[in-house]
């Protein structure tokens, strides 16, 4: 006989359990960025000594580290010293795949202040942040090179299952040159390169970005086959028969995402193929990723989370043709598209 399910909580515990969101969030933040997944790392602590090598005081860390266990990141033991879980160890440093950079990102003041203004971008359909920060967030990314190093980090140590899911979902046989378009520091670029030793790549983003690329290209083995370009992707981009851009578009309102497209399509070989890597959103109520994600792109860039549908008419209006949206392992999905003639 199978095992009856569980009675769901009332619906006033399942409201307020949703409220804690901030605190468990900004007590994550705090542990990610005191380091203390890699304290534990040559086993457990306690309080006292994971204070004394995070400069801070072992009441309150002992607090926060208590609450993040009881939602499984870190395990406080019965002699009182804390040790890492699997949900911890993805905050350590030194794991491929670390979150801790993400981490760190997603809890700066000002991120964090940017959701206490949503009603701002209910009311205006302007992004929050700049209730916070006075500008747009690329041009805050611009002027302050600490906040875009934390950004340009934390977006890289989320990319490492994404680009896992993109290599085993798709096949990139038949392309002779792939730009990658805000391929940030080319760790994209660069491990699908790795994997497809015909193909040459070009990384293409931000000049002030793109010099960071060397040390990935190099430590992938491809530098040899990979060229970083810097420029502006809304003016023009490098020559390639295909392209791909990973969470990209998604930054961007229907506008500029469409002169993106535009540019693309202009400078690129005829019949070009296009991949967007994107969390495609699904209809109905079933859980999504992309449309908690959609309120970051609501709050920060201004962008949106798209539709299958609403990619086809964005992808039309920049001239290219929807061809098939493939899923992958990750929550995101590989738009696949090619360049109508002009």
């Known amino acids: 006989m199978g095992?009856?399910?569980?009675?769901?909580?009332?619906?006033?515990?399942?409201?307020?359990?949703?409220?804690?969101?901030?605190?468990?969030?900004?007590?994550?933040?705090?542990?990610?960025?005191?380091?203390?997944?890699d304290q534990l790392a040559s086993g457990p602590k306690t309080r006292e000594e994971l204070a004394a090598a995070t400069r801070t005081l072992p009441g309150?860390?002992?607090?926060?580290?208590?609450?993040?266990?009881?939602?499984?990141?870190?395990?406080?033991?019965?002699?009182?010293?804390?040790?890492?879980?699997?949900a911890s160890e993805t905050l350590r440093s030194d794991v491929p795949g670390s979150l801790r950079a993400y981490v760190v990102f997603v809890g700066q003041p000002w991120h964090v202040a940017a959701f206490g203004e949503l009603l701002h971008s209910l009311r205006t359909g302007r992004p929050a942040v700049e209730r916070v920060i006075g500008k747009p967030i690329w041009d805050f990314f611009a002027s302050n090179a600490e906040q875009a190093r934390?950004?340009?980090?934390?977006?890289?140590g989320i990319i490492a299952e994404t680009v896992e899911a993109v290599r085993e979902a798709y096949d990139f046989g038949g392309i002779e040159t792939l730009v990658d378009v805000g391929g940030g520091l080319g760790?994209?670029?660069g491990a699908i390169l790795a994997a497809n030793p015909t193909l040459c790549g070009v990384l293409f983003d931000q000049p002030s970005v793109v010099g960071g690329a060397a040390a990935t290209f190099a430590r992938l083995g491809v530098t040899a086959r990979a060229t970083a370009v810097g420029g502006d992707f809304f003016q023009e981009v490098p020559r390639g028969d295909a392209y791909i851009l990973s969470h990209i578009i998604h930054d961007w309102d229907d506008e500029r995402s469409i002169a993106i497209l535009r540019t693309i399509h202009r400078c690129a070989a005829p019949g070009a193929r296009l991949l967007l890597v994107e969390a495609v959103i699904p209809t109905g109520n079933e859980f999504s990723f992309g449309k908690l994600l959609d309120l970051e792109m609501l709050a920060l860039p201004g962008g949106v989370e798209?539709?299958?549908a609403e990619y086809r008419s964005l992808l039309g209006a920049g001239g290219f043709r929807l061809a098939r949206v493939l899923p992958t392992r990750a929550p995101t999905n590989i738009v696949e598209a090619f360049a109508e003639p002009a």
Do not use: H, K, S
Not at 60 to 86: H, I, K, M, S
């Open 187 to 189: 760790v994209l670029l």
């Open 3 to 37: 095992t009856a399910d569980p009675t769901p909580p009332p619906p006033a515990q399942v409201v307020l359990q949703m409220t804690t969101g901030v605190w468990t969030a900004q007590a994550l933040w705090a542990a990610a960025l005191l380091g203390v997944a």
């Open 150 to 156: 934390i950004f340009n980090e934390g977006m890289t």
């Open 60 to 86: 309150p860390l002992y607090r926060v580290l208590r609450a993040l266990a009881c939602v499984g990141v870190f395990a406080e033991q019965p002699d009182g010293r804390f040790a890492n879980t699997p």
């Open 306 to 308: 798209r539709t299958e």
